[in-house]
């Protein structure tokens, strides 16, 4: 028996006590009205307590809690405990919700949170930007209202989800989405999304890189196999055959060579054990160096010009210098014209210094120039091939910059030319005066 019944018997044994003992002083009337007044005043006290109770639970405040006596001050001390506990309870879980919506922020990936009928309960920032979502208006909206994918609806509605589903939003065609959806609990489920587009762009490089690696092999190789099997089915050595076909077989040997070698570098700039050895490189001279070089690949085809208005140095390598700004000149002279202008250009530019090359030769269409710096990419690859070129030479400018901590600004236009600068930052520039003093020290 607990206190409140323990208390509740013996005021109601005091009641009866008292109407006993007045039963033979005042008589059985009076005992049995001053019994009536008792359980009067008693059942006025509980209806009045019950009536505080019952708007006090309108707005409960731990701080509000009615004051009572006797069985009434226990409970309302029971409610008092409850609902601090309660209060506690609700503190600790919106401090775990807080920390898990900020580690749901925090994360990388997306999540969306669906309820039984896949409604949105709750989504991260990185989810809105994926889906473009806004958690504030489309919270408890049909998420196939708001992704519209085919795919995504049927995945979401076969209820298989073992694999995750790959998806190219429309609203932004560049971007790649790895969705899987997790179910969890009474038929809820967490979609999460992994943003992939880096990672299918280097795989449909690498797709690139193995096709066009095999076509430029596999070109000479079918050139020199040809001629080769003629002049072994020959019965005598035929001097006129020779003479035609020895020289064909030794470009296309030199191609091959080329492009092995161009790969070689590529392999030698990417390696992480092969670090940048700094030297002092006096660009000036390098530039003219590569215009004698440019005037005898041009062979009076072209008009070159040369510009150096600062007498700066780079800190670097001049052998990987030279092979970047080698490749830059060489572009530019074989897709020119003949009777084009090449221009060769060094200058400072406020903090940084650029080495570039103009030319007015067939131009580069804008949806072309993010990718010109990958392997292989080729704009009309019927002409490049007519060029000479291996595709890789801007590659290998784009790495040779890297390690310099320069990069490579791409200016083009249809039928009007284009302009190819490497620009180097401030750390990397040998100022002007200071190379002077090294070459009189020299």
């Not at 806004?134 to 196939?144: E, F, P, R, V």
């Not at 690696?213 to 080769?228: K, W």
């Not at 440019?294 to 670097?316: F, K, M, N, P, Q």
């Amino acid at each position: 028996m607990n206190g409140i019944w323990r208390r509740a018997l013996i005021l109601l044994a005091l009641s009866t006590l008292l109407c006993l003992v007045a039963w033979p002083i005042f008589g059985a009337t009076a005992a049995v009205g001053l019994f009536a007044a008792v359980m009067l005043v008693m059942v006025i006290l509980h209806l009045r307590n019950i009536s505080r109770l019952l708007c006090w639970l309108r707005d409960p405040k731990p701080d509000a809690v009615p004051q009572a006596f006797g069985i009434w001050d226990v409970v309302f001390a029971m409610f008092y405990r409850m609902l601090r506990h309660q209060r506690q309870s609700e503190t600790q879980l919106v401090a775990t919700l807080n920390d898990f919506r900020l580690a749901g922020a925090a994360m990388p990936d997306g999540m969306v949170i669906l309820d039984q009928a896949d409604r949105i309960e709750w989504c991260n920032p990185k989810a809105q930007q994926h889906f473009g979502l806004d958690l504030k208006l489309d919270a408890g909206q049909q998420i196939t209202y708001l992704v519209r994918h085919p795919q995504f609806a049927e995945k979401l509605h076969s209820r298989n989800y073992s694999e995750p589903l790959t998806l190219r939003q429309s609203r932004a065609a560049d971007l790649v989405l790895s969705v899987q959806i997790v179910p969890y609990g009474d038929r809820q489920n967490l979609v999460m999304s992994r943003d992939i587009t880096e990672l299918e762009r280097v795989e449909t490089m690498r797709r690139d890189f193995v096709a066009n690696l095999s076509h430029e092999m596999r070109t000479p190789l079918t050139v020199l196999g040809g001629f080769l099997e003629t002049i072994s089915d020959a019965n005598t050595a035929d001097n006129d055959l020779l003479r035609r076909s020895l020289p064909l077989m030794m470009n296309q040997t030199h191609r091959m060579q080329r492009l092995v070698e161009d790969l070689l570098t590529l392999s030698r700039l990417e390696t992480s054990g092969n670090p940048l050895h700094d030297e002092r490189v006096d660009v000036p001279r390098l530039v003219r160096s590569l215009y004698q070089d440019a005037l005898a690949l041009s062979a009076g085809r072209h008009r070159i010009a040369l510009d150096i208005e600062s007498e700066g140095w780079l800190s670097g390598s001049e052998h990987e210098l030279r092979s970047a700004f080698s490749n830059m000149l060489s572009n530019a002279i074989r897709y020119t014209p003949e009777g084009g202008e090449v221009e060769i250009a060094w200058r400072r530019r406020g903090d940084q210094a650029v080495f570039s090359v103009r030319d007015s030769g067939i131009g580069v269409p804008p949806q072309h120039i993010p990718r010109l710096t990958e392997r292989f990419y080729r704009v009309d690859r019927s002409r490049s091939r007519e060029t000479g070129g291996t595709g890789l030479g801007l590659a290998i400018v784009k790495h040779v910059l890297n390690r310099h901590e320069g990069w490579l600004e791409i200016t083009s236009e249809p039928g009007r030319g284009s302009t190819f600068a490497a620009v180097f930052p401030e750390p990397r520039i040998i100022a002007a005066d200071v190379a002077e003093s090294l070459v009189q020290t020299a």
